[in-house]
Each structure stands twice: as C-alpha cells, then as structure tokens.
Nanobody, 113 residues
C-alpha cells in the first residue's frame, strides 16, 4: 500500500522559511515523480512543484525562486524548502505521487503579516 505522510508545517511570519517533508512507504520515490500542491480556503488545489526520477525540478510561477523541491533517496523523502514566505502562501500543503495517484494527508502552513 502506497502512503505519503507530510510534516513540517506550522506558523511563521512573512519573510520566514519552512521546510516540508513528504515521507513515502510502499513506493520508491527515486524512480517516481512527486509533486507538491496546496489548497487555500475557498480556492482550488494549486500545483507548486514537481521533481522527476532524474532529479529535474519544475515550478509554478507563483513560487519560482522562493520554493525548492528536493529528494533524499536514502530517506525515501521529498522536501519543499519554502523561503520568503508571504501571507498568500497560507494553505494546506500536499504531496502527490503521480504514477499511483496518491495524495498525502496535508500539512497546514500559516504565514502572518
């Protein structure tokens, strides 16, 4: 059974940083693409970033230059480093494994001004 578990969310002031983790079981993340999405209250879920098995990363324009997706193969974990956070980054953040179409449970990020 494929499971993804996010962690690392919390509350931070504008301009601060957080690092989210997405730990996987039942699947090897190094050979499967993984993406991060977020959903703010009253809004649709939004794509943020994806990392391919080859390590190539792509980002949404809204987070390019501020967020960095990475992977630790030994820990079977994908990360989302979020810098220069803004109040509009407040949302529940989810990781998503594309091949198995599996979502994590989400982790809340709140950015105050």
């Amino acid at each position: 059974q494929v499971q993804l578990v996010e962690s690392g969310g919390g509350s931070v002031q504008a301009g601060g940083s957080l690092r989210l983790s997405c730990a996987a079981s039942g699947i090897t993340l190094s050979i499967n693409a993984v993406a991060w999405h977020r959903q703010a209250p009253g809004k649709q879920r939004e794509f943020l970033a994806v990392i391919t098995p080859g390590g190539r990363a792509s980002y949404a324009d809204s987070v390019k230059g501020r967020f960095t997706i990475s992977r630790d193969n030994a820990k079977n974990t994908v990360y989302l480093q979020m810098d220069s956070l803004k109040p509009e980054d407040t949302a529940v953040y989810y990781c998503y494994q594309l091949a198995y179409s599996v979502w994590g449970q989400g982790t809340q990020v709140t950015v105050s001004s």
